[in-house]
């Protein structure tokens, strides 16, 4: 008899295990579905474009040519009035407010209310372009300076021209020199995670393509 409550006692101790087991492999899968749900769905990693050559660096460091390609193309398209400065401008300011700083928009905001003001806008269609032999690949050190891991100045050479209908009223050199932020703030309506702060300096105005020097514009009213 002593041998068969021997056996049922071992029996019992040997399920009590295993639920002591299972309890544990349950509680590790909750662990681990936890972090799974927790971690990130997207990661965005710089890649440098001239892929010609092989790029080794850490997943969170943003290559300065990436940081020029973001300027480039956020700023080309905050100065790109198609049909009519007075509704491209702001409607611009709007749809780009992500990818700029609250300073800077407002600062942009002033600039916009002083050329309606002005009758700048008017009617007015505006494009920027990259001057030829001015972009990143031709002298990298001038285009992106680096402050810190947080903070870059991109000095941007390009061509800004105006029509008003279709004759030409203005076409300008000018060197933009603007200060990129860090910022993963929104995801969702900004996948780059930087931003622009306006002007390091005032805007200087090239004296031709080929012309290394550029002279300031002394006030925000005279900038291209």
Known sequence: M???????????AH??????????????ALVMAIGWWSAPRDLTI?????????STRPWWDVPPESVYAFTFYVWQQLQRW??????????????LSPYLTPACQAFLQQDYEYRRNSGELRRRVRGIYEIPGRG??????????SVSTREWVV???????????????????????????RSDV?????????????????????????????TPVPALENTP
């Open 2 to 12: 002593s041998r068969f409550k021997n056996e049922v006692l071992r029996l019992d």
């Open 15 to 28: 399920i009590r295990t295993l639920r002591i087991g299972a309890s544990l492999l349950v509680m590790l």
């Open 46 to 54: 710089h890649v440098p474009p001239d892929l010609r050559s092989g």
């Open 82 to 95: 198609p049909t009519n400065g007075d509704d491209d401008y702001p409607r611009n300011l709007h749809v």
């Open 136 to 145: 990143y690949g031709d002298n990298p050190t001038l285009r992106v300076r």
């Open 155 to 181: 000095n941007l050479d390009v061509t800004a021209d105006e029509y008003y209908a279709s004759e030409q009223v203005k076409r300008a050199l000018v060197r933009y020199p603007l200060k990129v932020l």
């Open 186 to 214: 929104d995801p969702q309506r900004n996948p780059f995670g930087l931003v622009i702060d306006c002007y390091e300096g005032a805007p200087q105005r090239i004296a031709s393509p080929v012309d290394p020097a550029a």
